[in-house]
DNA sequence: TTTTTTGCAAAGATTTTGCACCTTA
DNA sequence: TAAGGTGCAAAATCTTTGCAAAAAA
């Protein structure tokens, strides 16, 4: 099972570059912190803070902790927030704590799923440079029909 | 001043697309939906919950109509949902009842601008045709620094 | 031991809901 | 006048905060 073994490599990777981004910064490394992270980290799709505080409850970590250390992990740029369905936030690590992707989204359905291509940078870097607007990250967002929700006659 | 009156008049063709929408789905035409509309399509930024209903107060608007109304809004795609800084939810129209653009954000001060170049359809439909996803709308995001920040000291 | 972080519990915001009354078509 | 919409007020959720106790460095 290598890609087992492949799987926790790249997490203990992960977990070892949070742990320096932390101290860097003069930050203490906590279990919880740890824990929150691996949760958001383990996750395939992007967390709301409520789903989030009620995984984590069973670790025994408090709702306002969580709230506290998305927060901090946000300023640190180690996660970011993303628009879901129905204009509720998700949470989901960035890179190099994530492979860069975007997000395609299933208007019927509400699935989300990952998109990797991205040949938009020239476009954005034509656009911006004219109004010296220097872009440090970009998020794509297309909405369409999965090809499942074409074939159930919509609704 | 002729562009008062093209402002004027686009307005009005925008509150008729909106009737003939309601209508056509069977809902009726309220004043508090006008109300609503108007001020989400003569805003120029997308608009947080709670700061609509802010704004609606002064003309005798309840909260929960506002609630219900951008739900209906959001429901019939007449105004989506975009994530504005400090995963803050805001609420816009959407073509045809606002023209196709995206968003740049600059990461230190937060304004938000327009941006109405967008190539990037090909590269959608390259990367989603091979997976039968059939692409409805799409939103891109650009983060960055805007030039008054590049050259005040950052923080 | 010093400083940071967490848990707890209460306060503060935001969002949803049921129902009576009012409006639109 | 029939169906849909709004206001009101309470309930349910979600988010923030102050402070004492616990943990990290």
Redesign the interface.
């Known amino acids: 099972m290598s890609s087992v073994n492949e799987a926790k490599v790249r997490q203990e990777g992960l977990e070892a570059m949070l742990i320096h981004r932390l101290r860097e910064g003069g930050l203490r490394v906590t279990p919880e912190r740890l824990t929150i992270f691996r949760e958001l980290s383990q996750t395939r799709h992007p967390l709301p803070k409520p789903e989030l505080v009620e995984r984590l409850k069973s670790a025994g970590i408090n709702q306002a902790t969580v709230y506290r250390v998305l927060d901090l992990f946000?300023a640190l740029k180690i996660v970011q927030?993303?628009?879901l369905p129905?204009?509720v936030?998700g949470y989901e690590p960035v890179p190099p704590f994530r492979d860069h992707h975007h997000h395609?989204v299933?208007?019927s359905c509400g699935t989300m799923a990952d998109?990797y291509?991205?040949?938009?940078d020239q476009?954005?870097q034509?656009?911006?440079q004219p109004?010296?607007?220097?872009?440090?990250?970009?998020?794509?967002?297309?909405?369409?029909?999965?090809?499942a929700c074409?074939s159930s006659a919509s609704h």
């Open positions: 946000t927030a993303v628009l129905h204009g936030v395609i299933c208007a998109l291509e991205c040949d938009i476009v954005i034509h656009d911006l109004i010296g607007f220097i872009p440090i990250s970009h998020a794509l967002e297309v909405v369409g029909l999965c090809r074409q």
